[in-house]
């Protein structure tokens, strides 16, 4: 072996071993803090004067690597796991050859009726506790629907938590424990990133609590990841896995500036494209969930679209009696600007209305007839039934589109599946979730309506009301049907 491999070697027994010093000290020293935390100081700016006196780093560590190890040695006692329990109810599917067309000649789509059973489901994921007192802050799928929500921290302790409010329009939720004096990330502010900037993902990856990943922020803004109402994810590559999601994405100052979500998969493995909520975007629906228990967002009222060249979106329609109305909007208007911002994607107008208090009085630019003029709008605040999809999502806790080019290359939906609405989303809690409906299903029939469009759906939802619906989904590779039990 050259000397210059032996030489990397023991760097990286060195940068290994002071790893591990660090997470097992945090594992085993409860209420865990840096000096300036317990002094109240402002902490020093250079990474070799803010050594906790727990952590030995080694002489000669550059000081990338000890911003590096003090970062994930700040966020580990912070990063908790959590296991959920809930009971599930899923219909037996029939057998196979019902589906077979000798077989409907006879039996049509009289399909029999299997009882509903139950079983228990049980998840894992992350959390990131925030403040001493035991609120923590997740992703709303972690928990979604959970009976039992246990929470574990690095040293070893278990709480039992209670939900303080859920938001699946941004896929996060708060949690809170009965704990005083724990350790906490600090809030960043994730507006401050920049693409290139070195970012760890701390978490419990398929069970593996304590785990830190590190990588760089590929991409900011992201949107029509199609998972959340309201998506403006930070992109990275720092390796994201099942049960990360929840964790944290910490930048090298030790400060939360993310809630790790998704990956983009086929296998399911770590490719290098996660997403992660800006702790700017989580730090907002945290303080509305502790003030008012849900998220209070503003409301425009119109249907947008974007333009090919990137330069404000077209107003496609107004609502009746919305602000938009109010402030004289028309259709065909282009909006080019929201309270002095530029805007270039529908996704991010909605994102700015959303933040807007309502009451508050904002400028909008928009071009009309080629001439730009700016209009005075007073925000409302968004009430679920001012929008027609939420209806569905209200009664049985799903999302759907009609069936278009982009949802058939995301979904795999074959050409011979001609009409139908697409679930794309689906409230785990909800009645369409618990009967075991599943993102990129087709919808064809929901009791003894035909579904070729969302009005269809929505029809057949108000005919049934509460009672029991039967839907007919189309899933690779056939048909199925699905019970929907009465609402109780």
């Known amino acids: 072996m050259s000397r210059r491999s032996a030489k990397w070697l023991l760097i990286l027994f060195l940068v290994g071993l002071c790893v591990g010093g660090g997470y097992w000290l945090g594992r085993h020293t409860q209420g865990f803090k840096l000096p300036w935390e317990k002094s109240g100081e402002k902490p020093l700016e250079k990474p070799s004067e803010l050594v ?52 409907r000649r006879f039996f049509g789509d009289q399909i029999p009726y299997f009882a509903p059973q139950e079983q228990i489901q049980r998840s894992l994921g992350s959390g990131v506790i925030v403040t001493q007192d035991g609120y923590i802050l997740t992703n709303h799928h972690v928990i979604a629907g959970a009976d039992v929500i246990k929470v574990s921290l690095i040293d070893k302790r278990v709480f039992d938590a209670r939900v303080v409010g859920l938001d699946p329009k941004t896929d996060l939720a708060l949690l809170k424990i009965d704990a005083t004096d724990l350790p906490l990330l ?27 990943t590190m990588g760089i922020v590929s991409a900011k803004g992201r949107a029509n990841i199609r998972i959340a109402d309201y998506e403006d994810f930070i992109q990275t590559d720092a390796p994201i896995n099942p049960g990360n999601s ?29 997403f992660a909520i800006p702790s700017n975007m989580a730090k907002g629906v945290m303080y509305n969930l502790i003030e008012y228990g849900r998220v209070v967002r503003g409301w ?29 909007l028309k ?26 208090a309502p009451g508050e009085k904002v400028e909008i630019k928009i071009l009309r007839s080629g001439t730009e003029m700016t209009i005075s709008v007073v925000i409302a605040e968004l009430k679920e039934e001012e929008i027609p999809e939420l209806s569905v999502m209200n009664k049985l806790g ?71 619906i039967i839907l007919w989904v189309w899933r690779t590779p056939r048909t199925i049907t699905l019970v929907i039990p009465p609402k109780e």
Do not use: C, H, W
């Open 398 to 468: 799903i999302r759907v589109e009609e069936l278009k080019k982009e949802l058939r290359e995301q979904f795999g939906i074959p050409d011979e599946i001609k009409e139908g609405v697409v679930v794309i989303a689906v409230d785990e809690a909800g009645r369409a979730g618990e009967a075991g409906v599943e993102p990129g299903d087709v919808i064809l029939r929901a009791n003894q309506t035909l579904v070729r469009r969302f009005s269809d759906l929505e029809k057949a939802l108000e005919s049934a009301g509460d009672d029991q």
């Open 52 to 103: 906790p006196q727990q952590l030995i780093l080694p002489k000669g560590m550059a000081d990338f690597e000890q911003r590096v190890m003090l970062a994930a040695n700040k966020a580990l006692p912070a990063v908790v796991n959590i296991n959920t329990e809930k009971k599930v109810r899923f219909q037996p599917s029939p057998s196979p050859f019902f589906n077979d067309p000798f077989f």
């Open 246 to 274: 929840g964790g944290a994405l910490v930048n090298l100052d030790g400060e939360l500036v993310g809630i790790n979500t998704v990956i983009f998969s086929q296998s399911g493995g770590n490719i290098g494209i996660g």
């Open 331 to 356: 259709q065909g208007d282009i909006i080019l600007s929201y309270r002095g911002e530029s805007i270039e994607s529908g996704s991010e107008l909605k994102n700015l209305v959303g933040e807007t």
């Open 300 to 328: 425009l009222g119109v249907a947008i679209q974007d333009q090919a060249d990137g330069k404000g979106v077209i107003v496609q329609g107004v609502m009746p009696n919305s602000p938009a109305e109010k402030a004289g």
């Open 186 to 212: 600090p809030l960043g502010d994730s507006s401050k990133l920049e693409v290139g900037q070195f970012v760890l993902a701390v978490g419990n990856p398929f069970g593996l609590s304590g785990t830190v």
